[in-house]
C-alpha cells in the first residue's frame, strides 16, 4: 500500500517506496554489512520494480524508504506487513547512519503503526544471535517468546510490542534524541 504524506521527524523522513527507489532497496538489502542476521536477498533490479510494484498494490503492507534531513541521502528501509484486524508485523529493517536517526525511524514507523493504522499489536521475529536486533526491540518495548527452531534450523525468538509498551518506549527515546546536538 502507499502512504500518501511523508512522516517527518527531526532527523529523519518515511516515505512509501516507490520505483524510483529500487536500487537503494536492493543495494541495502544486499549489503552483508547490514543485513548479517537477514535471509539473502537473491534477485536483480528488475525483481525489486516488480516487488515493489506488487507491494504498492498489497492491502495491509508498508514499505517505506528513510531519508536522512541532515544530508538528504536515503539511510534505509522499514514497513509494517501483513496487518489483519488491529496487528502487523514489523520489518523490513536495514538501516545505515546514526544512531539517532536509526531511533527516530523507530519512533515515526512506531507512531505510525499504532497513532496512524490504530495497531494495537505488532509482532515480529528475530535470530537468537541478532543481539543488536534484540536490544533495538527491546528499546522499543518488545517482549520475547522463547526461543524455537526456525525453518533454517537457526534458533529464533518471536516478538511484540504492544501499543502501551510502545508508548512508554517512544515516550523516553524521544527525550533521550531531543537531547542531542546535531
Not at 497513532?115 to 518488545?142: H, M
Request: glycine letters at 8%.
Amino acid at each position: 500500500m502507499i502512504y500518501d504524506g511523508v512522516l517527518k521527524g527531526k532527523y529523519v523522513e518515511l516515505k512509501s517506496a516507490d520505483i524510483a527507489d529500487a536500487e537503494f532497496t536492493l543495494a541495502i538489502r544486499q549489503d552483508p554489512v547490514v543485513t548479517e542476521y537477514l535471509p539473502p536477498l537473491n534477485i536483480n533490479i528488475e525483481q525489486q520494480r516488480e516487488w515493489i510494484r506488487r507491494q504498492r498494490k498489497k492491502e495491509g503492507d508498508y514499505f517505506f524508504v528513510v531519508k536522512s534531513i541532515n544530508t538528504g541521502e536515503k539511510i534505509g528501509t522499514i514497513g509494517i506487513y501483513d496487518i489483519h484486524d488491529k496487528e502487523g508485523e514489523g520489518g523490513r529493517l536495514a538501516l545505515y547512519g546514526e544512531v539517532h536517526e536509526k531511533i527516530e525511524a523507530g519512533i515515526l514507523i512506531s507512531e505510525f503503526d499504532f497513532d496512524i493504522l490504530g495497531l494495537e499489536q505488532v509482532t515480529g521475529w528475530v535470530y537468537c544471535d541478532n543481539s543488536p536486533a534484540i536490544r533495538w526491540n527491546k528499546k522499543f518495548g518488545a517482549v520475547f517468546s522463547e526461543p524455537y527452531k526456525y525453518s533454517d534450523g537457526k534458533d529464533v525468538f518471536d516478538m511484540s510490542i504492544s501499543k502501551q509498551n510502545s508508548e512508554a518506549a517512544r515516550k523516553k527515546l524521544k527525550k533521550m534524541i531531543e537531547k542531542i546536538h546535531v
